[in-house]
């Protein structure tokens, strides 16, 4: 007898199995014979031959005999009996010894009962095969069907039922609960089906609707096309923004928003209440650079080049703007920080911006931040009102028309919060190389790629700027220009420019070096060139009167006739005087718009022994002045017995203006030390310090611009903390060398210098 083993198919008594004729002889091991006795038994995994063992089968099988073997390449098999396994042996080689009794049934079946379930199964079978597919096949074949078993056999293959779930059939003794069990696992099959059919039909159904869609918008969009090349003039506006629409490059996101505006204008129609705000936003969208625009390659002798010929000085700032061109060349994309310029009005902060554009081939784009307390001015206001549109940076971008500007963010530390948001806060996202890929702005409600724009901000001072904000950008200090930079910047840049703005030849007017210099020297009190820049145009507006009424004389302005061509009276400056008495010195100050010297006036009173500071000091100052009243009192002790019968007032003039910092330390105890020892401080002495109630030294900032200012003073000595000397280089060469800077670590080195005799707080103590 032949062995066949079998995995996940019904084998109970009364079925048929259908096997291939390779698969039969490729497990038992020889050619079928109609009439050949075979027993099936089951695996209990789906396991290859050679891998097969004693414990790979259930424990009962069934047996049967080969009914047909057809020319097709297929066998049939009727199952006769069940039988227990009582002993498998898997031989060497693969084939099987068995050692098998019969299994009898327990017949408890009710016949009639059962017919008519059979005949309701087969109906139920045919109605759902006519229905939806292989009627005529299973027509024939369910000629042939008796019994539940000759279903279940027949039906096998096709069966949603786990292996063990087959088994079970086979495994039941009783034949009412063998014929439940069938008859309940080909209803849920047939069930299963039918949904599964009925779903694949719904969702064909579904697919032909949106080919026949697809293949009808395709049809339309030709004979569109047709029709706006045979008459472009009718193009309507709808239809003209649909193509862009298309044509526009945009991402997913901002395409699938754009057609649903799209869609909601043609319902509104052209005179519907909203259809002026649709097509303003479609517009808007449409033009936008949504395509990456490529940058040109950038020559790094070129970009100094456009530099040095727009500005004159201001050799850190561009240093570092080569620097970061220079990765821009390398990485061949924006890349690095977002630069900030830091420095006093008119030191070429903005207009630096548009050199960089042209050094870079990129279209420039200012935004001015000044005044701004409006997040929406940033971000852009919400669609939900009419008046909405887009924030400063997405307008910029549209003005630009490319993906790639030197967008100049002017003023940001001007911005001030509101009711209606936080500009500062909506700038983090946009000044954040990490997140401004994805930039949304609230017009737009779709993002758009602002990482290829090349972001410069500008400043007057750092200190309203917020601190998050002030992460997110590197800041590069702009000092003011030393009198030979102005010279230059007048004579190469702002009287050739005044001149043209006038309708001025070069043979009509010339202006002496001199006369340049008394300009810079007396009519301007600026570290920046705004000023400059308007004497020139005095100066050309004047000359031009002059070409006017004696047409064909040149106009010549030197140092004697300057003062008739300009319409105010030389700018008052602070020059240090020729002589000072005791309690009196000459201070260095930082100011938004450059530096200042400032004197300490000190004055002793008869009282007892109170302090006065006026002036509009800050508490920093006043804290200052007290260190400075204590360390008198120790550096001169004999002295100090007399100031309990005085009282001590310190004054600093340009009283209307506030001053504060730590600086002015050194000053005031430098001050107070000449006055209580009576030895007066050279005039042309400056000096600037932060001090310790030690008597140290501490370092101070804005420097650079400090000492231009004691050069515009005629100062002569400055004393500066040592721990600043590192400073001196961003000061520039024709400063450090009109005076003598001294670098100090303690008030006693400068007071023994000025020729006062300390009693040194070591000794005090």
């Not at 033009?287 to 070129?302: H, M, V, Y």
């Not at 902060?349 to 940033?378: F, H, M, N, P, W």
Request: charged share 25%; aromatic share 6%.
């Amino acid at each position: 007898m032949a062995v066949m083993p079998v995995y996940d198919t019904i084998v109970i008594p009364g079925a048929t199995v259908y096997l291939r004729t390779q698969d039969y002889v490729k497990g038992t091991g020889r050619q079928p014979v109609t009439g050949e006795r075979v027993t099936f038994v089951v695996e209990r995994e789906e396991t290859e031959r050679a891998s097969l063992t004693n414990e790979s089968f259930y424990p009962i099988g069934s047996s049967g005999t080969i009914t047909e073997v057809n020319g097709g390449g297929y066998i049939a098999l009727r199952i006769q009996n069940r039988v227990n396994i009582d002993e498998v042996t898997v031989l060497q080689g693969g084939s099987i010894s068995l050692t098998v009794t019969r299994r009898p049934d327990v017949d408890d079946l009710d016949v009639e009962e059962a017919e008519k379930r059979v005949r309701s199964m087969r109906d139920a079978i045919l109605a759902f095969c006519e229905k939806y597919q292989w009627g005529p096949m299973i027509r024939l074949q369910a000629q042939h069907w008796n019994t539940m078993w000759e279903i279940a056999g027949a039906l096998s293959p096709f069966l949603y039922a786990e292996d063990s779930e087959k088994y079970a059939l086979l495994a039941e003794d009783t034949l009412q609960a063998r014929f439940d069990m069938a008859e309940r696992m080909l209803r849920e099959n047939l069930e299963l089906a039918r949904v599964n059919t009925e779903a694949q039909t719904a969702q064909q159904e579904d697919y032909q609707k949106l080919y026949r869609e697809d293949a009808i918008k395709k049809q339309m969009s030709y004979l569109q096309k047709e029709l706006d090349g045979m008459h472009p003039e009718n193009v309507t506006d709808v239809r003209r923004l649909e193509l862009k629409l298309e044509e526009a490059g945009m991402n997913e996101t901002a395409l699938k928003e754009g057609r649903r505006v799209l869609n909601r204008l043609k319902s509104e129609g052209g005179q519907g209440p909203e259809a002026g705000m649709l097509m303003d936003y479609l517009e808007l969208l449409t033009s936008l650079p949504w395509q990456k625009t490529e940058g040109e390659r950038i020559a790094l002798g070129d970009a100094r080049a456009v530099l040095d010929r727009d500005h004159a000085g201001l050799e850190k700032v561009k240093k570092r703007i080569l620097q970061q061109i220079a990765v821009m060349t390398l990485r061949g994309r924006q890349s690095g920080s977002i630069l900030c310029f830091v420095g006093a009005p008119g030191t070429g902060k903005t207009s630096i911006g548009q050199s960089i554009a042209s050094a870079l081939g990129r279209k420039y784009v200012r935004v001015s931040l000044g005044g701004v307390r409006d997040e929406a001015d940033i971000r852009g206001h919400r669609r939900t009102y009419i008046g909405s549109m887009p924030g400063g940076i997405m307008d910029g971008i549209h003005k630009s028309g490319v993906s790639n500007p030197v967008m100049v963010l002017d003023e940001i530390d001007k911005l001030s919060a509101s009711y209606a948001g936080d500009p500062a806060s909506a700038l983090l996202e946009v000044l954040d190389p990490e997140q401004n890929s994805n930039f949304t702005d609230h017009y737009l409600n779709v993002p758009f790629d602002l990482s290829d724009v090349f972001f410069i901000c500008t400043a007057n001072t750092l200190d309203t700027i917020p601190e998050p904000l002030l992460n997110r950008i590197d800041v590069i200090q702009f000092q003011g220009y030393t009198p030979l930079e102005k010279m230059e910047i007048a004579r190469d840049h702002l009287l050739p420019k005044a001149m043209e703005a006038a309708g001025l030849e070069k043979k009509d007017l010339e202006v002496e070096e001199k006369a340049l210099e008394k300009v810079i020297g007396e009519y301007t009190r600026e570290a920046g060139v705004r000023g400059l820049k308007k004497r020139m145009d005095m100066i050309c507006r004047a000359a031009a009167v002059q070409l006017v009424e004696e047409p064909g004389k040149a106009v010549r302005v030197t140092e004697e006739n300057i003062r008739d061509f300009m319409d105010m009276h030389p700018v008052r400056q602070n020059r240090v005087p020729e002589k000072t008495k005791p309690g009196i010195v000459t201070g260095l100050a930082w100011t938004p718009v450059g530096g200042e010297i400032l004197y300490i006036q000190t004055l002793l009173t008869k009282g007892e022994g109170h302090l006065t500071v006026t002036g509009r000091l800050g508490d920093v100052m006043k804290e200052s002045a007290q260190i400075a009243v204590s360390l008198v009192k120790a550096f001169f002790p004999e002295q100090a017995a007399d100031l309990k019968k005085s009282d001590m007032h310190i004054h600093v003039p340009d009283g209307a203006t506030p001053k504060d910092g730590p600086s002015a330390g050194i000053t005031l105890t430098t001050a107070l030390s000449s006055l209580v020892t009576g030895v007066a401080v050279p005039p042309d002495v400056a000096m600037t310090g932060e001090v310790s109630l030690q008597g140290d030294m501490r370092a101070i900032g804005g420097l650079p611009e400090k000492l231009m200012a004691a050069q515009r003073a005629g100062v002569k000595t400055v004393f500066i903390p040592t721990e600043n000397r590192e400073d001196l280089k961003d000061v520039a060469q024709e400063v450090r060398d009109a005076m003598k800077i001294i670098p100090v670590s303690s008030v006693e080195e400068v007071l023994s210098y000025l020729g006062m005799q300390v009693y040194t707080l070591t000794q005090a103590g």
